[in-house]
Nanobody, 115 residues
Framework: QVQLVESGGGLVQPGGSLRLSCAAS????????MGWYRQAPGKQREWVAT???????RYADSVKDRFTISRDNAKNTVYLQMSSLKPEDTAVYYC?????????WGQGTQVTVSS
């Protein structure tokens, strides 16, 4: 099993930037694809971005051209660089495998975009 710990969230003004990190308890080099997800209050968890082991990336339309996912296998960490943040990006952000089977979900990191 892999334990995932997300960090880097916070309160930011609209138009601002944040970089989220997801640290895994073991090597992620063998995990084909990792993803970021988010859950806004009163809504279901939704997929945000995916990165494969060879660096191929894919994004939800709502974050395309604003968010960048990356991974550092040597540090067992996946990142999400977020820029041009909007109030509708407010949510708890999680990382996990990009598809089933998922690992146990971490506690997530809260991102709040507000003036």
């Amino acid at each position: 099993q892999v334990q995932l710990v997300e960090s880097g969230g916070g309160l930011v003004q609209p138009g601002g930037s944040l970089r989220l990190s997801c640290a895994a308890s073991r090597s992620i080099a063998s995990i084909n694809a990792m993803g970021w997800y988010r859950q806004a209050p009163g809504k279901q968890r939704e997929w945000v971005a995916t990165i494969t082991s060879d660096g191929y990336t894919r994004y939800a339309d709502s974050v395309k051209d604003r968010f960048t996912i990356s991974r550092d296998n040597a540090k067992n960490t996946v990142y999400l660089q977020m820029s041009s943040l909007k109030p509708e990006d407010t949510a708890v952000y999680y990382c996990n495998a990009a598809s089933y089977p998922f690992y146990p979900w971490g506690q997530g990191t809260q991102v709040t975009v507000s003036s």
